[in-house]
Structures are given as structure tokens and as C-alpha cells.
């Protein structure tokens, strides 16, 4: 390189240059250039060996299951797509569910009415919601209506569920069953993804109708609780008392059990006159 370099500038006469010498020289730069490629190729590769354990532990934030990602003897590298992107895309429906059933529970009144006692347990809150036997809280009547109206078929709540989170994530079961006007290119929902969402719907739709009966009974007993003076004049009363008076101590127990069936479906129907509905389990 040195005498390349004398030659360059003149110093070094060309008579005393042999062919050999020449391609000895070339010969160096050609080594010198292979060298500064294999650096680079190395250091592509240090990089996409990062990249790749970078993205193995990110997935492995989602649950830990990858570490399957290898790399074998010839340096191939192969990774489980297909588990990894079913596993994303999943909990890309979950978070959807979440926000589409904070939605309907906030609209049956189960997030504005409901609160959590110092034991943790669920309470609701409701003791504004009746006056001298009246429904006087809108947003209670509200609750119920929508309740019943979307509760009284389970089965077509869950599908109207289900359209709702593939709406809010861009995603759909299948090609045909996309909406062009809502859905521009949407994410295909896998089959077994599929199962499972429906699952948890249907369970999360069966954990909703109990919190709704369960706040609704709530409602029912603050009333026969503290405002009973308002059922002291109906009939039902009057033929508890006679019936009282004439039957055996032993007959009384089954009797008052059985006014107490009809006692209650008579506070039910005080409800449902101010077009107020309360759902069949209640």
C-alpha cells in the first residue's frame, strides 16, 4: 500500500514496478474492501438478533408462551406466527369487550346506582329512587326499560354484542358478514378466537341479567321495607289478617309464606303500573 501510494505521487519510478507487485496491491484493496462487508453483514445480523429477542420478550409480556423462538445450527429463524398474532389479536377482543360492557352496564344503571361496601362487597345505592310508593328517579326507570328491552332475549343481546366489538376494533368473523359502510378493511377474526368470544359474552351477558334482578329485588325490598304504610289498605292485607284470625298456630307459618309470595308480587305490579319492568328473575 505504501509503495501504491509512492506511486501515486510520483516517487516511485514505474520501471521498478513489477506486474506482480500490482496485483499484490489490488489484491490488499480487494481484501480490505471484503472486510469492511463482512463487518457490516455482521453487525445486520447483531441487529436482527436483537430485534428478534426484542420481540420475543414484548410477546412474552402477553403470557409468556414463546419461548419456542429458536434459532437452529444453519441460523434459520422461526417463530410460532400464527399462536403469537392469535394471542394479540385476542387480547385486542378483550379489551373491546371491557369497553363495550362498561357501556351497557353504565346504561342499565349497574355503574351509576352501584357501589362497594367496606368488605367488598356490591352494594346499590337506591334509597332516592322511590317516594310514598312512586318511582321518582328517571334515570331508575331509564335502567329498567333498557334492561328489559335488551335482556328479555339473551341470545340476540349477545349478537348485538358481539357486532358492537368487532365494530369498535375494526375486526369481523369473516368477509362477507363485513359491513363496507362501517368496516374498511378489517381484521378476520380466527375461528378459535371466535369460540372464545362468544363464550365470554354469553357468560358476561348472564353475569349482567343477575346484577340487574339483584339491584331490582334491592329496589323491591326498600320498599316493603320502609314504605310499607302505603299496602296497609289493600285488600291483600285485609285477607291476611282475616285468614290469621281463624286459622291454627301450626297453619299460620304456610300461610303468611304464601301471602308473602302474593305480598310481593303485588309491590312487583306497583312497578309495573308506572310502566316501570322489572326482568322474570326478579
Known amino acids: 500500500m505504501e509503495q ?7 516517487a516511485v519510478p514505474e520501471e521498478e514496478i513489477s506486474v506482480d507487485e500490482i ?15 463482512m463487518i457490516a453483514s455482521f453487525l445486520f445480523r447483531t441487529d436482527l438478533q436483537d430485534a428478534l429477542d ?5 410477546l412474552g409480556i402477553l403470557g409468556g408462551k414463546y419461548d419456542h423462538i429458536t434459532k437452529t445450527e444453519k441460523g434459520e429463524i422461526y417463530k410460532d406466527f400464527e399462536q403469537a398474532l392469535m394471542d394479540v389479536q385476542r387480547q385486542k377482543l378483550l ?6 360492557l362498561s357501556d351497557v352496564r353504565n346504561s342499565f344503571g349497574l355503574t351509576h346506582f352501584g357501589t362497594t361496601n367496606e368488605k367488598g362487597e356490591r352494594e346499590y345505592l337506591l334509597s332516592d329512587i ?8 328517571e334515570r331508575f326507570k331509564r335502567s329498567c326499560v333498557l334492561a328489559d ?25 369473516n368477509r362477507s358478514s363485513v359491513e363496507p359502510s362501517l368496516v374498511e378493511n378489517p381484521e378476520i377474526v380466527t375461528g378459535e378466537n371466535t369460540q372464545w368470544l362468544l363464550k365470554q359474552i354469553s357468560s358476561q351477558v348472564k353475569a349482567i341479567y343477575t346484577d340487574c334482578c339483584i339491584m331490582q329485588k334491592m329496589a323491591l325490598a326498600y320498599l316493603m321495607e320502609h314504605q310499607e304504610h302505603i299496602l296497609m289498605d289493600t285488600d291483600l292485607n285485609k285477607q291476611l289478617e282475616r285468614v290469621l284470625e281463624e286459622v291454627s298456630e301450626q297453619e299460620k307459618l304456610r300461610r303468611i309464606s304464601e301471602f308473602g309470595q302474593r305480598h310481593y308480587q ?3 305490579s306497583l312497578f309495573d303500573k308506572q310502566n316501570v319492568p322489572l326482568l322474570d328473575g326478579v
Open 4 to 10: 501504491l501510494s509512492l506511486l501515486s505521487k510520483g
Open 23 to 37: 496485483l499484490g496491491w489490488l489484491l490488499n484493496i480487494t481484501v480490505g474492501l471484503l472486510m469492511v462487508f
Open 54 to 58: 426484542s420481540a420475543k420478550k414484548q
Open 95 to 100: 379489551l373491546g369487550l371491557e369497553q363495550v
Open 130 to 137: 322511590l317516594s310514598q310508593g312512586k318511582v321518582v328517579n
Open 149 to 173: 328491552q335488551a335482556l328479555s332475549d339473551q341470545e340476540q343481546m349477545q349478537q348485538d354484542l358481539l357486532r358492537r366489538v368487532l365494530l369498535k376494533k375494526g375486526m369481523a368473523l
Open 266 to 268: 303485588h309491590v312487583k
